[in-house]
Structure formats: structure tokens, C-alpha cells
């Protein structure tokens, strides 16, 4: 009896301990965690397939919480740490992560409210007012109730007669909940005319990407992202030459029941001429023929910086069985940089990063992607099981290997030298694809004799 | 030696009766765990012998993005084994579910089966639940003939299959309406926890 007692009076202080100071509480602790990386796509309404506002909505799934975020599968993240850091980043840090675990396994106490901060609030509709243009998608898009996830380019025809300078754009989905991102790209080809036509419609479902070079990007829609006014810098208002089209691509979800969007495009105009236009650097390698079984198919390629460019975002492209994504910079002084590294490649997270503080690469610089892909059974994601061959197409069974860098050139009258060898180099990617192809053809003619 | 014999007898037929007790217990208990209510307020019984072939129950929460992912295929399921006597149920296990949210997003999945409420997660415990989506199979007498997932499409959080490779939950049914044993009988299931309140208290 009195060693039990003993017991007890040993073990209180420390329980005491633990409730006051020791355990993280739901108000003081984790609450701000899940406002400031979860609650912008965790709300009802949006993407998040659950909030994560009330103490209710974290306490019933405390450990799983926890479990998920030691994972790092949310919030989700794909480039690893390198050089530079990226503006859009969602990350945890490790301490916040041990925060979780610790509440969960403390049995996720709630605390004392006066501790809680405000839930953050998020604008709703148009964020700066009533655009100058809106653009509708003209009707309600079916997203089926399963499948793959759904890549869809919409034609927004603008039909200018002249050359239009948008300081602000924002991409309003009608429903959140299937919404991952919007991208509204720029064509002056017309090829997305044509590929929508071709398709039926106003629209062509191409999961590998526009179909055309994009002439540029306007500001696109993620969850919880605020819309930007660009009109106080220089170069960050954006020209819509006459002619140009938009190809607005949303990226859907299907959830498990068929949902409509019929997503809006606002632009905001400005009469000042931007400096300096947005320009694209693309990468890709299309010769691409993946046997069953390799585990780590390689492709490569390089563009050399024609001009000094500054360069601001990244996105890189692969399908199903993309497996890790590099991309670098060697300098003309011998020294190597890292862009991007995605070791892990998911297709259905890939994104536009943008870098924290653009930077400047000289000319003469050379931009470098390695792309690797794993066609095993081990890949989850193989289309085919059995893995079969693999060819580069952009059907959601095909692969196909990307990357945008988007920047400025430092000098505005170096924008069309920077456009020419992009299209340049397009080509030069396409008879590289073309002349492998004969090759293999050749090859495969020859074994067969 | 008759004494001991004696004793044996007594002994033997002692824990008989206990046991048969104990069952006639246990059976009750089951019995009650498989009356729940539906979403428009009224008991529903799992049918029992002379009534299906199997009875398959899927637990489900309304918020949980792999449960409701999974909507295409329990319906698919269901139509297919509602042919060869086999009742299909969803079970909602969650204990501050409102009726009328459970209804709303029955009918927006589009379940065309029994959907059932079970906020005191009694037939959760009974089956051994732990996760949203879990299946488990009974036979018409009420013994669990399988528990986990419905396949495999599911390799982690986050991380979905392209090709579906094994049909669990086909499987444990082919099995079980041909009068054979389920050749894998317990498989994990990926999802999202039941929550057991705050205690966290599993059974």
C-alpha cells in the first residue's frame, strides 16, 4: 500500500509536467501548423478531401495526421532541397513533424482556446475586383466519376486586334473540389485551334501537355493562391500580342462520384507596355523506347544560353513511369548549378515552381535535364502489367519527357534571338527523336533478314 | 479411477455447458451488433441463413478521399455478386456522422445497396474494423470469412496502382460462394483510421 503511494505521488508531477508544458495542445501547437501549410486546400469547399480547421476535424485523424506528414506525402512536395529555394514551396519542417507525432501520441489534447489563433481567412470570387475581360469556358466539363487523373486544355479565343498588356489574371474554377491547378498558356500558332476543332469542341484533352510551344504563361490557379497585381514592376506585366489565343489546362481529380467545372478566366489590362516579355526555355528528349523490365531508362538534353537570361519558375514534364527528374546548370566558368532535382516523380504532382529570388545565367551557360524512367512491375504506376514497351507519345500509356524554364532576358532586345534559338532547338529535339526512330526501324528491318 | 473418471466427466461436460453459455453470449451480442440503422432512420438486420449466399459489409466515412474512390467499384461489386445471392452493405463508421450528411453523400455516390449507420461502431468492433474502406465477408450464419481491402490499387497514401493486380474481395467472395476457404483471409487495408473517440479505444 504505501509503495503505492509512493507510486502515485512519484508519477503525478511528471503527468502534471506533461499536460502543462510538456505535450503539444491543439490551440497553442498544431493549429498553426495546419493554418499555415493545410487549411488553404484543407476547407470545405476545396480541394483537400477533408478540412482541417476545427479541433474536431485534426482530433479524429491525430495519428494518421502525423503518419502522413512523417512521410512527407503531404503537404505535397516533390523537389528535394537544393541552391535555391522555391516561393511555392509546402513543406514541414522537422520540428513541426515531431510536433504532430508528439499530440497524436499524447492523444491529441485540445488546450485552452484562448491560445488558438484566428483560422485563416482566404478571399473569395474575383480577389482585386471585377476583371477588365472574363473568359468562360463555354460549357460544364464532365469529370468522370474514376479513372487517371484528367490533363484537359480549354480554347479561350481572344481575337484582338491589337497587342493587349494584362497586369493581373486569375483563374476561377467553378468547383474546387476536382480542381488541382490551372494554367493558361499562350499560343500564337493557332495549333490549339486546330487540336480543339479536331477534338470535336473547344477543347482537346492532350495528357501530354498543349501540343504547341507556348509563346508564354499568364498566372494560373492553385489552391489558396492569391491573385497578384503586376503593374508596379517594370517587366512583370505580360503582352498578349494580337492573335493569341489563351489554352487554358486544368488538371481534375476524379474523386469517386462525376463532377462538372466550368472554369473562368479574369484579366486585368494596364496601358503600360511591359518592359521585358516573359520568354521560355524548353527542353526535351522524344527519343524515347522503353523495353520491359529497365529499371532506369535515360534521356537526356541541353539548350546553350544564346543571351544572359534571368531565370524565375521551372516545371518540369513525364507521364506514369517517370521515375526522377535532374536539371543544372554549367556555367561558363566551369562551375556547376542545380535547378531541380524531383527524385521521386509523381505525375499527378507536377507544378510550376517559382524560384524564391530569380537569378541570372550568362550566356553561353549550358541548361541541362536528365530524365530516368522504371518500366518494372516494381513501378506501381506502370500502365501495363505486365510492363510492356513503352514508346514516347501523349496518350496517358505513353511517356513523354519536358521541361519549361521561365524567365526574362536580361536585355529586352535579346527577346527574339532567345525566341529563335528555342524554336531551334525544337527542331533540333524533333530530328534527333526522328533520325533514333530510323535507326531502330533499320535495326529491328536488318534482325529480322 | 472411476473417481478420476467421474471428475473428467464433470469436468468435460462442465466447460461444455460453459462454453455453450459463453457462445449462446456471444451470439447475442453478435446478433445485436448486426441490427443497425439506415440512413432514413430504419433498423436493418444483416440478412441471415436462408436469406443470401454471403453478406459483404464495407466500411466507409464520408470525407475519406480513398473510401469515396473507391465508390465505382463497390457499386460495380455489388451488381455483380447481387446475382449470386451475395447482400452487399455500406457501413458508415463514424460516430458524429449526422444522418442527413450520411444520406446527402449516399445519394451523391450513388450507392444502390443498404447504407447503414453505425455511430456506436458496434458491428465495427464485431468484424475488427480499423480503417475506411474495409471489407469483411460473413457467411449467412455471421462468421467472418475475410477482412481487409478490396484490391490493391491503393501501395500508400498517395501512391495508386494504374493496374488493379489482386481482386481481394472478388477473390474472398468466389471463394466463399463455392464453398471454399478464403485462400487469403485477412489482408491490410490502405485508408483512412475509424475513429474510436477520443480514448482511442479499439474494442
Given at each position: 500500500?504505501?509503495?503505492?503511494?509512493?507510486?502515485?505521488?512519484?508519477?503525478?508531477?511528471?503527468?502534471?509536467?506533461?499536460?502543462?508544458?510538456?505535450?503539444?495542445?491543439?490551440?497553442?501547437?498544431?493549429?498553426?501548423?495546419?493554418?499555415?501549410?493545410?487549411?488553404?486546400?484543407?476547407?470545405?469547399?476545396?480541394?483537400?478531401?477533408?478540412?482541417?480547421?476545427?479541433?474536431?476535424?485534426?482530433?479524429?485523424?491525430?495519428?494518421?495526421?502525423?503518419?502522413?506528414?512523417?512521410?512527407?506525402?503531404?503537404?505535397?512536395?516533390?523537389?528535394?532541397?537544393?541552391?535555391?529555394?522555391?516561393?511555392?514551396?509546402?513543406?514541414?519542417?522537422?520540428?513541426?513533424?515531431?510536433?504532430?507525432?508528439?499530440?497524436?501520441?499524447?492523444?491529441?489534447?485540445?488546450?485552452?482556446?484562448?491560445?488558438?489563433?484566428?483560422?485563416?481567412?482566404?478571399?473569395?470570387?474575383?480577389?482585386?475586383?471585377?476583371?477588365d475581360l472574363i473568359l468562360t469556358v463555354p460549357k460544364p466539363f464532365v469529370i468522370p466519376a474514376e479513372g487517371p487523373d484528367i490533363y484537359v486544355h480549354f480554347v479561350l479565343p481572344l481575337n484582338f486586334k491589337e497587342d493587349k498588356y494584362v497586369r493581373a489574371c486569375q483563374v476561377l474554377p467553378s468547383n474546387r473540389r476536382v480542381a488541382h491547378h490551372g494554367v493558361p498558356i499562350l499560343d500564337g500558332s493557332g495549333t490549339a485551334r486546330r487540336l480543339a476543332a479536331k477534338h470535336g469542341g473547344d477543347h482537346y484533352p492532350n495528357f501530354g501537355g498543349p501540343g504547341f510551344i507556348p509563346r508564354g504563361f499568364l498566372p494560373g490557379y492553385a489552391p489558396g493562391q492569391l491573385t497578384k497585381d503586376a503593374d508596379e514592376s517594370d517587366d512583370r506585366g505580360i503582352t498578349l500580342p494580337k492573335g493569341t489565343d489563351i489554352v487554358l489546362q486544368m488538371h481534375y481529380h476524379p474523386t469517386g462520384k462525376e463532377e462538372t467545372d466550368q472554369p473562368r478566366i479574369g484579366l486585368y489590362f494596364t496601358d503600360r507596355k511591359p518592359k521585358r516579355n516573359p520568354c521560355i526555355i524548353a527542353l526535351a528528349n522524344n527519343d524515347i523506347y522503353i523495353p520491359p523490365g529497365e529499371k532506369a531508362f535515360r534521356r537526356s538534353d541541353a539548350f546553350r544560353l544564346p543571351v544572359d537570361f534571368e531565370v524565375r519558375d521551372i516545371w518540369a514534364h513525364m507521364h506514369m513511369i517517370g521515375r526522377e527528374v535532374r536539371v543544372w546548370a554549367e556555367l561558363p566558368d566551369g562551375k556547376r548549378k542545380e535547378l531541380l532535382h524531383i527524385p521521386d516523380w509523381d505525375f499527378n504532382w507536377q507544378e510550376s515552381y517559382f524560384y524564391t529570388e530569380p537569378?541570372?545565367?550568362?550566356?553561353?551557360?549550358?541548361?541541362?535535364?536528365?530524365?530516368?524512367?522504371?518500366?518494372?512491375?516494381?513501378?506501381?504506376?506502370?500502365?501495363?502489367?505486365?510492363?510492356?514497351?513503352?514508346?514516347?507519345?501523349?496518350?496517358?500509356?505513353?511517356?513523354?519527357?519536358?521541361?519549361?524554364?521561365?524567365?526574362?532576358?536580361?536585355?529586352?532586345?535579346?527577346?527574339l534571338v532567345m525566341w529563335a534559338s528555342v524554336i531551334g532547338h525544337y527542331f533540333e529535339i524533333e530530328n534527333k527523336a526522328n533520325e533514333a526512330r530510323k535507326r531502330r526501324e533499320q535495326n529491328r528491318a536488318s534482325g529480322r533478314r | 479411477?472411476?473417481?478420476?473418471?467421474?471428475?473428467?466427466?464433470?469436468?468435460?461436460?462442465?466447460?461444455?455447458?460453459?462454453?455453450?453459455?459463453?457462445?449462446?453470449?456471444?451470439?447475442?451480442?453478435?446478433?445485436?451488433?448486426?441490427?443497425?440503422?439506415?440512413?432514413?432512420?430504419?433498423?436493418?438486420?444483416?440478412?441471415?441463413?436462408?436469406?443470401?449466399?454471403?453478406?459483404?459489409?464495407?466500411?466507409?466515412?464520408?470525407?475519406?478521399?480513398?473510401?469515396?474512390?473507391?465508390?465505382?467499384?463497390?457499386?460495380?461489386?455489388?451488381?455483380?455478386?447481387?446475382?449470386?445471392?451475395?447482400?452487399?452493405?455500406v457501413v458508415y463508421a463514424e460516430r458524429d456522422l449526422s444522418r442527413e450528411t450520411a444520406k446527402k453523400h449516399a445519394?451523391?455516390?450513388?450507392?444502390?445497396?443498404?447504407?447503414?449507420?453505425?455511430?456506436?461502431?458496434?458491428?465495427?468492433?464485431?468484424?475488427?474494423?480499423?480503417?475506411?474502406?474495409?471489407?469483411?465477408?460473413?457467411?449467412?450464419?455471421?462468421?467472418?470469412?475475410?477482412?481487409?481491402r478490396i484490391d490493391d490499387r491503393y501501395v500508400d497514401y498517395g501512391q495508386r496502382r494504374s493496374v488493379v493486380r489482386s481482386q481481394d474481395l472478388r477473390d474472398a467472395l468466389d471463394a466463399a460462394l463455392s464453398g471454399k476457404p478464403v485462400a487469403r483471409p485477412r489482408t491490410e487495408v490502405i485508408g483512412c483510421d475509424i475513429d474510436f473517440g477520443p480514448t482511442g479505444q479499439h474494442r
Open positions: 500500500m504505501w509503495t503505492l503511494l509512493m507510486l502515485g505521488a512519484m508519477a503525478a508531477p511528471g503527468l502534471e509536467a506533461r499536460q502543462q508544458g510538456g505535450a503539444p495542445t491543439f490551440c497553442r501547437d498544431v493549429a498553426p501548423i495546419l493554418f499555415n501549410n493545410c487549411t488553404s486546400c484543407h476547407r470545405p469547399g476545396e480541394v483537400g478531401p477533408f478540412p482541417l480547421v476545427t479541433y474536431e476535424d485534426a482530433r479524429k485523424r491525430a495519428r494518421q495526421l502525423a503518419r502522413i506528414c512523417e512521410k512527407r506525402i503531404m503537404p505535397p512536395w516533390k523537389p528535394a532541397a537544393g541552391p535555391e529555394t522555391f516561393k511555392n514551396a509546402r513543406m514541414l519542417t522537422n520540428e513541426q513533424i515531431a510536433v504532430l507525432k508528439a499530440w497524436a501520441e499524447a492523444g491529441a489534447p485540445k488546450g485552452d482556446e484562448a491560445d488558438l489563433p484566428p483560422p485563416p481567412k482566404f478571399p473569395e470570387g474575383w480577389h482585386l475586383g471585377e476583371p537569378f541570372v545565367l550568362p550566356k553561353g551557360t549550358w541548361i541541362r535535364a536528365e530524365f530516368v524512367w522504371d518500366n518494372t512491375a516494381d513501378n506501381p504506376r506502370n500502365p501495363n502489367h505486365p510492363p510492356k514497351f513503352i514508346e514516347w507519345g501523349e496518350g496517358s500509356t505513353d511517356e513523354m519527357s519536358g521541361l519549361i524554364i521561365g524567365g526574362v532576358t536580361v536585355r529586352p532586345q535579346d527577346e | 479411477m472411476r473417481r478420476f473418471l467421474r471428475l473428467l466427466i464433470t469436468v468435460v461436460v462442465g466447460s461444455g455447458l460453459v462454453w455453450q453459455i459463453h457462445a449462446q453470449d456471444d451470439q447475442a451480442k453478435t446478433r445485436d451488433a448486426e441490427v443497425l440503422t439506415d440512413v432514413s432512420g430504419k433498423p436493418y438486420r444483416l440478412p441471415g441463413p436462408g436469406e443470401c449466399q454471403a453478406v459483404v459489409v464495407i466500411f466507409l466515412s464520408h470525407d475519406c478521399p480513398i473510401a469515396n474512390a473507391y465508390a465505382p467499384e463497390i457499386k460495380r461489386l455489388c451488381q455483380v455478386y447481387k446475382q449470386r445471392g451475395v447482400v452487399f452493405c445519394q451523391e455516390y450513388g450507392y444502390c445497396c443498404p447504407v447503414l449507420l453505425d455511430p456506436e461502431l458496434k458491428l465495427v468492433r464485431r468484424v475488427g474494423a480499423t480503417k475506411v474502406p474495409e471489407a469483411a465477408v460473413l457467411s449467412p450464419r455471421g462468421d467472418l470469412l475475410y477482412r481487409g
